[in-house]
């Protein structure tokens, strides 16, 4: 970040400096933000909002139909599994972002922290 330096009120040139953590921190919420969007084919926080909430509701109905003992159709169950999926790459990508948030709050935020070699998900099974 370059800050300004003044003398007298008037500029006398630039320094470059380290972000705050606060910066540091915002700047990893945008990845983790950008990076959920694109997992989850959001346009923005608002939709990707909209997204996690359907599924949620949709996972609970298929859930509180299991549990009340009927049988889940083969359709039923293969979108359960893939709302289990989708749950598990979200809170993938969500415990990145916080990993990333303490180490920029420790000043220890890696400057590649965006490269997708430091945001790679282990497949689950």
Known sequence: M?????QNGKLIGTIETEDPPEQLVESVRVETLRRLCAAFG???QGHLAIKVQD???????????RVSGATLTEDEEAEAAFLRQAQATYMALK????????MAVE???????RSDARWKLQKQE
């Open 55 to 65: 599924a949620t509701v949709r996972a609970g109905a298929l859930t509180d139909k």
């Open 95 to 102: 415990a990145v972002g916080n990993a990333f948030e303490a």
């Open 42 to 44: 959001a346009r923005d």
């Open 2 to 6: 370059l800050e300004r330096v003044y």
């Open 107 to 113: 000043g220890r935020l890696p400057e590649d922290f």
